[in-house]
């Protein structure tokens, strides 16, 4: 991976952390566009992080430079691929954490509208012996 590549995967964790969504970059752009997505100016960092995945492991110019590069270099590329794989499944995760919070918000208002309203009913009076 170079210092450039290296710097820009570094840039898009730090401003996950930060933002729900940021500008796209021209590579990201072209990357959406080679997708069949239409490009836009924002993107979420999830977005972000999948355009990136897709860069690295879809584009045939990083196989080949994989395939010159020395075993240590291959290890740190793979450990970047199992960390950036970590993180959209975090990402994942907690959405899917929210999904179900707002179907169990769902499930009880539907359940409250449905049940019959309690009505008292008159309790026995034991005589005391």
Known sequence: MTQTQLSHTRTLRTNAARRSSRQTTADEKQQMTDEGLTPTDQTSWLGALELEVNRRAGGTAWHASLQAMPQKSVLVEIATELAMSNYINVARLK?????????????????????????SMPTPQMASQ
């Open 95 to 119: 959405l899917e954490q929210q999904h179900a919070l707002v179907s169990s918000a769902l499930l009880a208002t539907a359940a409250q509208a449905e049940l019959k309203q309690v009505s």
